[in-house]
């Protein structure tokens, strides 16, 4: 663990805090990169995260809240699932696939593709030949854990932007 300076929102360093997430300095530098890429593209993004292991999903929560999403947390694909119904606001769907309720995150995956088609999805698994099974899932992208935060983030503004794009 090292303390890392928080980048504030016009772009000063204003005090430190402690990340397992960031490994050195130029890991923050690189998030502060995507912040302003994220900030200087159409505004504030919604990902909507469906996790159910606390430590990854306040680890990705985290991150992501840190390069400039609106992040709203969730433990289960029901659960999302509620959020979803009750919410327009939502540009993105990060969920992991095995997680306890009624529903895993493949069919909260398909349901947003057929019902909420302007939300993009990707899709995290630890399972390698399941995130290979994963791509028949048109419109979905898929991550193998452990992955790339940064990868991520811009995975996600590519399919945000290329979304808003096919809607306009």
Request: charged share 25%.
């Amino acid at each position: 663990m090292i303390w890392n300076w928080h980048v504030d929102t016009d772009d000063t360093a204003t005090h430190p805090c402690l990340s397992d997430t960031y490994k050195n300095f130029g890991a923050n530098w690189r998030c502060w990169a995507l912040r302003k890429s994220v900030r200087s593209h159409m505004g504030q993004h919604t990902i909507l995260v469906v996790e159910d292991e606390l430590f990854i999903r306040e680890d990705v929560c985290g991150h992501l809240e840190e390069c400039g999403f609106k992040v709203l947390p969730t433990t289960n694909a029901d659960e999302a699932l509620n959020t979803l119904l009750a919410r327009a606001d939502i540009d993105l769907v990060f969920t992991d696939v095995r997680m306890p309720g009624t529903m895993d995150g493949l069919k909260l995956a398909r349901w947003v593709l057929d019902h909420r088609p302007n939300i993009a999805v990707i899709i995290a698994s630890g399972d390698a030949g399941r995130v290979f099974g994963m791509r028949d899932l048109r419109g979905a992208h898929a991550f193998t854990k452990p992955y790339s935060f940064d990868e991520v983030v811009t995975k996600m503004l590519h399919l945000i932007q290329s979304r808003r794009s096919a809607n306009q």
